[in-house]
C-alpha cells in the first residue's frame, strides 16, 4: 500500500499536462495509466519542472521520428521481468523487425506502420476494450487506414481495394454484421505484430487453422502438389483472398474451368460433384418441405427433425470433401443425406397413408352409426303411428 500511495505522489508531481493538457486527458484513459506508467517513462526529460527548457532536458525524446517508436515500446515491452506480471509475450518486437511493416521502416520508408498507428499513442487500451483501435471489430478499420487499395494498387500489390473487398466477404460480414468475433480480422490471416502477406504454401495452413476438414482434404487431393510445383497460392485461387465467398457448390464446374479445359476429365469430375450437391439439396429440402406439411396436420414430426437435421450435417461434410476432388468422397455424405431425406419422405408418406385409411374408417363408422339411429328413429316412428 505504501508503495502505491508513494507511485501515485510521483504521478502527481508530472507537471507535463500544464502544457500538454490534451495529451494528459488522453493519457488518463489509457491502460498505461492504469498501471501507474508516466510520461518521463517514455519521453525522459524532467517531468517535475514546469520551465519548458528544464523539462526537455535531462535525456528528452519527443518521439517524433516514427523510426524511434518500436525500439521505444519494446524497451518495456521487450522486458521478460517487466511483462512477467502481466502475463504478456515478449516477443512482439522481434517479429515485428521481420514484418512487412519493419522491414520496410527499417529500409526508410516512415510510413510504414509502427506500433502508435495500430494501438495509438497516449490513449493506449486493452485489445478487450471496444472502443481500442485493435479490438477484434476495429481491426479491419484500423488497417483499411493503410490498406486502401489505391498506393498499392499504384505499387502492383493489390488489383482491387482490401478493406472493401473484407467488407463484403463472407469473413466480414460475419464478424461486423452477424457480430461473431471469432470469424477472421486481418490480423487472424496475416498476423498482428509479424504481420506478412502469405506465401505460396502458407495459406492452405492459415486457412486450415479454422478449415480443419478442408485442409485434410486438400493434402489428399492432386490440387496440393500441382498448385506448390506451378507457384500457385492454395485457396484463394478458388476463392479468392480478401472477398473470400462460402460457396453453394452450384457453380462448380464454372470454378474448374478457371484453370482446366471445357473437355477434360477435371471437368467433368467438378459437374459430377456438382450433381451430387445439387441431387442431395433437393431431396433434404423436399424433406423439409414434406415434414412441415405433416406438422401442419398435425402429426408427431420431432423425430423426423432429428433425422433430417443429421441429412443436413452429411450434406455440411460434404463441402470440406470437394477439396479433395474425388467424386466417390462426395457422393459418400450426399448419398448419405439423399437416403434419410428419401427415407423421411416415405415414412411420411406412410404415416399419412394410415391416417387417411384411419379417418376413412372413423368416416365409415360414423356413416353406419349414423344411418342405424335413422332407421331406429323411423322404426319407432312408425310404431308410434301403429300405436296411434
Not at 234 to 252: K, M, P, R, V, Y
Not at 255 to 275: F, N, P, R, Y
Request: with cysteine.
Amino acid at each position: 500500500m505504501l508503495l502505491l500511495l508513494l507511485a501515485l505522489v510521483s504521478v502527481q508531481t508530472e507537471q507535463c499536462g500544464l502544457c500538454h493538457p490534451e495529451e494528459r486527458v488522453e493519457f488518463e484513459a489509457s491502460i498505461h495509466s492504469q498501471e501507474l506508467i508516466q510520461c518521463s517513462d517514455c519521453h525522459g526529460g524532467n517531468p517535475e519542472s514546469v520551465n519548458v527548457d528544464d523539462a526537455h532536458k535531462g535525456g528528452f525524446r519527443d518521439l517524433k521520428r516514427r523510426e524511434d517508436i518500436p525500439g521505444r515500446c519494446a524497451s518495456c515491452h521487450s522486458d521478460p521481468q517487466r511483462m512477467r506480471v502481466y502475463n504478456l509475450p515478449t516477443d512482439q518486437y522481434a517479429l515485428y523487425k521481420i514484418s512487412h511493416h519493419g522491414i520496410a521502416l527499417a529500409g526508410g520508408n516512415t510510413g510504414a506502420a509502427v506500433c502508435t498507428d495500430c494501438h495509438g499513442t497516449h490513449r493506449i487500451l486493452q485489445p478487450t476494450d471496444p472502443e481500442s483501435q485493435v479490438y477484434v471489430q476495429n481491426i479491419p478499420a484500423m488497417c483499411g487506414k493503410c490498406h486502401v487499395g489505391s498506393a498499392e494498387a499504384a505499387l502492383g500489390k493489390h488489383k482491387s481495394n482490401p478493406l472493401q473487398d473484407y467488407l463484403t466477404s463472407v469473413h466480414g460480414r460475419e464478424l461486423l454484421e452477424n457480430g461473431n468475433t471469432k470469424a477472421p480480422d486481418c490480423s487472424k490471416c496475416h498476423g498482428i505484430h509479424g504481420a506478412t502477406p502469405p506465401g505460396v504454401g502458407d495459406v492452405s495452413r492459415i486457412c486450415g487453422n479454422c478449415h480443419t476438414a478442408a485442409l485434410r482434404a486438400f493434402r489428399e487431393s492432386p490440387h496440393a502438389a500441382a498448385m506448390m510445383e506451378a507457384g500457385i497460392p492454395e485457396c484463394i485461387a478458388c476463392h479468392e483472398n480478401h472477398a473470400t465467398e462460402s460457396s453453394d457448390f452450384h457453380d462448380l464446374a464454372e470454378i474448374c474451368l478457371d484453370c482446366h479445359k471445357l473437355d477434360s476429365s477435371q471437368l467433368a469430375t467438378g459437374k459430377k460433384m456438382e450433381v451430387l450437391f445439387s441431387g442431395a439439396q433437393e431431396e433434404v429440402d423436399r424433406a423439409r418441405e414434406v415434414i412441415e406439411e405433416a406438422q401442419s396436420i398435425p402429426l408427431f414430426v420431432e423425430d423426423h427433425y432429428a433425422r433430417l437435421e443429421q441429412a443436413q450435417t452429411y450434406l455440411l461434410e460434404a463441402q470440406p470433401a470437394v477439396h479433395s476432388v474425388s467424386s466417390s468422397e462426395v457422393e459418400r455424405f450426399t448419398q448419405a443425406a439423399r437416403s434419410l431425406g428419401e427415407d423421411i419422405e416415405a415414412e411420411i408418406e406412410g404415416e399419412l397413408a394410415e391416417l387417411r385409411i384411419r379417418r376413412l374408417g372413423l368416416v365409415v363408422f360414423w356413416f353406419y352409426l349414423l344411418l342405424t339411429i335413422w332407421i331406429l328413429y323411423r322404426f319407432r316412428q312408425n310404431a308410434l303411428k301403429e300405436k296411434e
